[in-house]
């Protein structure tokens, strides 16, 4: 399955440096009992530097396998059958599905690190906040003991912490949001060119929330390296991104710049998150529920995986899968036959844009 | 009889030794009118959970009283007479978590049937039958056969709330809390979830405590009722849902209103932001003097914030604000 996306394939041609990270058709799978989870089905896409792009969508859609996968941490049980990951140097690409475990190492956290959800369940509880900063240097060949704790000193006042308290700390000793703020900060020794955050502000309070996504939005203006946060959480997207990416039953439905995606989605589901989630401050909204529940990856339905719950679908939805391709312009691509139907009923969302922009249209 | 279905006089709760204690809800007084929506929100720790508790009778408190129906539910010796009984089977509680809160080894109509058995509100198991089927027409979960004999486990986290929901009915009850009710469930199904549980509201009448970390939730569920903001234990701020999502008065609910990242871009990027001085939220175990929200407060004036603590007053005819400026400001003597 062919599954190009306009945006990224034009930033890729002025220059592979700026994109640091290029994903072709990926597949992952996971053998169960029942069969084979087919978890993520011919996603591609590229991030540029100094860009954010947002995945997302729901519990079981394959989006955090997506980022796993990205730094091949999956588990036994998964495979990848098809598809290529690149991570660029310059004018270098790391092939990263054929390196060895050694390599692999030393390409993780450096070109690419990770901050997994659940700020608590990511440290070792009886190690002191130091001792975890120095494995995690050393597992990925890293620098003298001195110059480890320099840079971790200097990273942990970075995200707004006090580093005296901090690095001789237990995990049990911060809060959620300290926690949260350590991680990002390890994740950052070693330099990487891209960040990848699965569900950064889920489940810390919203004031602490803020400063995080504060915190997020200025470590991207001023080291300017590729994020790619994975998130089930609209509101986080509509904060951070610059691009979004919608992601069901495993696959990329439609992606645009973040303006786009708000205001004039053209995938059904798309919409429907959005009509499913209110805003607080914003006017009050009747909302719509999506009805049925995510297809079982193992048995998918025919034809375009989100039909059986969505409004617009016809016959040819239930035997063809429709393939991503660009729709506005060549920034935003859309996987739907119906994208026109769909777009009719997106005037109000469109309308709201240009109460916010002073009249401007998108 | 009270103006009021249920009532918090001055909860207090203390959890933990002699050595060390700390209260985690300390003085929450408020009444919820009969058919009414109450939403009460805070961060973690708040004491939000503990008070939805003690309201549905699950904790005693250590101090105060909840008045169902105008009579008191503890008695000083602690004896459960025939009120109990009936406030027992008037309030029901819904809990955050559908895969920890439902037997995993009863099927749906065991686990709906018992209580109907148990408090003989079915003459036998055929009667039993026709309720637990009702009962989930009305949460939605049809056909009805698909589910009657299947175990939570083959449920997904929506359908076990929607369980949830009808075991909560299963007694008739007047009045439910919900605590975190739809925070676990994911969002293309939190909608249908809120509006099932709305629309019980309007066809049987059932009165809401809906207890959420989430403001948009909370907006969406209570936007004809209530909602009451906690900080640290006490609520800061309790006002109809539009006057407290549009014109907040606590600093504590300004400063949340303008944190929350929305799901609209242009919103959410040009929101004006509220300084906090802090922000680390106190210890229970030290608690500020004074207000306990001075020492994040953008408002705070020495010699007055960290000295008295506000009371929560009337500001106004549907409103209660707990500061000291704001009461100034409205001209109220705090």
């Known amino acids: 399955m062919e599954n190009k996306v306009a945006s990224a394939s034009k930033v890729a041609d002025a220059s592979k440096s700026k994109v640091p990270l290029t994903v072709e058709d990926l597949w992952v799978e996971y053998k169960i009992e029942r069969g084979v989870v087919k978890a993520v089905r011919g996603v591609s896409f590229e991030l540029a530097r100094g860009e954010s792009l947002a995945l997302i969508g729901e519990s079981g859609c394959g989006k955090t396998t997506l980022g796993v996968a990205l730094i091949r941490l999956l588990v036994k049980a998964a495979r990848i059958p098809k598809g290529e990951i690149t991570y660029w140097r310059g004018n270098q690409g790391i092939d990263v599905l054929s390196l060895k475990e050694r390599e692999l190492r030393r ?87 891209v960040l990848i955050l699965d569900e950064p502000t889920t489940a810390l309070d919203i004031l602490t929330q803020r400063t995080i996504i504060d915190l997020l939005r200025r470590l991207k203006d001023e080291i300017g390296f590729a994020m790619l946060f994975i998130s089930h959480d609209l509101a986080t997207a509509a904060e951070l991104a610059d691009r979004v990416a919608t992601m069901y039953a495993g696959s990329i439905v439609e992606v645009g710049p973040v303006a786009d995606i708000f205001y004039r989605p053209a995938h059904p589901y798309t919409l429907g998150l959005i009509r499913a989630v209110p805003t607080v401050t914003g006017e009050f909204e009747k909302l719509i529920s999506i009805p049925g529940a995510p297809p079982d990856l193992v048995a998918p339905p025919p034809g375009c995986k989100f039909h059986p719950r969505c409004p617009y679908a016809t016959e040819r939805c239930l035997a063809e899968e429709p393939k991503l391709e660009a729709h506005y312009g060549e920034t935003h691509s859309v996987a739907c036959f119906n994208v026109r139907r769909v777009q009719e009923d997106t005037h109000d969302l469109q309308e709201r844009y240009q109460r916010y922009m002073g009249g401007k249209t998108l | 009889m009270s103006e009021y279905l249920i009532e918090a006089r001055d909860l207090v709760r203390m959890f933990g030794s002699r050595r060390e204690r700390v209260t985690a809800v300390d003085g929450v007084s408020f009444g919820i009118r009969e058919g009414e929506v109450v939403c009460l929100v805070g961060e973690s720790g708040c004491g939000k959970t503990t008070t939805g508790k003690m309201i549905a009778g699950l904790l005693k408190p250590t101090t105060g009283q909840v008045l169902y129906t105008g009579k008191p539910v503890w008695t000083p010796r602690g004896d459960k007479g025939e009120d109990f009984k009936k406030f027992r089977l008037g309030v029901q509680i819904i809990h955050q978590d559908p895969y920890a809160s439902l037997n995993p080894s009863h099927t749906i109509y065991q686990i709906l049937s018992a209580p109907l058995l148990h408090h003989k509100l079915a003459a036998n198991t055929r009667e039993a039958l026709d309720r637990v089927i009702e009962l989930l027409t009305i949460v939605g979960l049809s056909p009805v056969e698909d589910f009657l004999y299947k175990y939570p486990h083959q449920l997904s986290g929506g359908q ?6 009808a075991r909560a009915l299963t007694v008739n009850p007047r009045f439910i809390v919900a605590d975190e009710a739809v925070s676990m469930v994911d969002v293309s199904i939190r909608v249908g979830l809120l509006n099932m549980m709305a629309d019980l509201k309007r066809n049987l009448g059932v009165t809401y405590l809906f207890i959420t970390h989430d403001l948009a939730v909370a907006k969406f569920f209570a936007w004809e009722g209530r909602i009451a903001v906690m900080y640290v234990g006490s609520i800061v701020e309790f006002a109809s849902t539009p006057q407290l999502i549009n014109e907040p008065l606590h600093p504590y609910s300004k400063a949340l209103l303008a944190a929350v990242p929305e799901a609209d871009p242009e919103l959410t ?35 007055l914030c960290d000295v008295k603590r506000p009371a929560l007053l009337p500001l106004d005819a549907n409103r209660y604000v707990a500061c000291h400026i704001a009461a100034r400001e409205a001209g109220v003597q705090s």
Not at chain 1, 131 to 156: C, N, W
Not at chain 1, 164 to 188: C, F, N, T, W
Not at chain 2, 270 to 297: M, N, T, W, Y
């Open chain 2, 269 to 303: 990027r040009h929101k004006q932001r509220v300084e906090l001085r802090s922000q680390d939220i106190p210890s229970l175990l030290a608690l500020p003097s004074g207000c306990r929200f001075h020492p994040r407060c953008p408002y705070f004036e020495p010699g």
């Open chain 1, 107 to 193: 390409f993780r956290w450096r070109e690419c690190a990770m901050v997994f959800q659940s700020a608590l369940n990511a440290f070792n509880p009886v190690l002191r906040i130091w001792d975890q900063i120095l494995d995690t240097s050393k597992a990925h060949g890293g620098m003298p003991r001195q110059q480890v704790r320099e840079r971790a000193m200097q990273l942990l006042e970075y995200v707004q912490l006090d580093p005296k308290r901090v690095i001789d700390a237990y995990p049990h000793e911060l809060s959620g949001g300290m926690r949260q703020r350590v991680l990002l900060a390890m994740s950052l020794l070693l330099d990487p060119q």
């Open chain 2, 160 to 165: 076990r709330q929607r369980v949830s929901v």
